[in-house]
């Protein structure tokens, strides 16, 4: 089970990874982003803490090299998060409907342009959403967690694999998730 709760109170810190996950923007990298977002209490912050340093040590265009040459020219890396899993047969298919159908009952709109399970969307969903209160939320949110398990749990192997800077980025990710487990379960095999 989700506790959703603790989702809630990581809402900032889901909005950063959405944020660090998409394409470099100069806003996104000012001092002020990780300080408004992820404060030192937060249980990722000494991964998330490495990224920063990490990413800091490139300018904006090599960002953008590197982002492009990471996540749009890998195969292995890249930030679909069902790809990894079903590729492109019937059964990514039918993940993504889920997927953009629990979007929408929480009132987000879908990108036309984007599919539902690109990871820096579903960081997004979990910052903007609301779902407090909601009977749907916990079987729509385990179905949400198991996709962003098995996903980042791939990504991140590629991303150790090429000493990627954003290793760090998606071991935060997946230590925040992982806070967000009621004690003693798991959300899928990988732990």
């Not at 991964?47 to 040590?57: C, P, T």
Request: net charge negative; proline share 4%; aromatic share 16%.
């Amino acid at each position: 089970m989700i506790d959703l709760e603790k989702l809630y109170q990581h809402k900032d810190a889901f909005g950063f990874f959405a944020q660090m996950l998409s394409y470099p923007e100069k806003q996104y990298f000012h001092p002020a982003v990780l300080e408004e977002s992820i404060d030192s209490s937060h249980p990722a912050y000494a991964h998330i803490k490495i990224f920063w340093d990490l990413i800091h040590e490139f300018n904006l265009d090599e960002m953008e090299e590197m982002y492009t040459a990471t996540f749009d020219f890998q195969k292995n890396s890249a930030l679909f998060m069902t790809y990894f899993k079903y590729e492109d047969g019937k059964e990514r298919g039918q993940m993504l409907a889920k997927l953009k159908v629990m979007y929408e009952m929480y009132g987000l709109e879908m990108p036309a342009h984007e599919l539902s399970d690109y990871l820096p969307l579903m960081c997004e969903f979990l910052y903007a959403a609301e779902w407090g209160g909601d009977p749907r939320s916990p079987q729509s949110f385990s179905i949400l967690f198991a996709v962003l398990e098995d996903g980042t749990y791939h990504l991140l192997k590629s991303l150790e694999k090429d000493k990627s800077p954003y290793f760090h980025l998606v071991k935060g990710l997946r230590e925040t998730l992982r806070t967000c487990v009621k004690q003693g379960e798991t959300t899928h095999e990988h732990a």
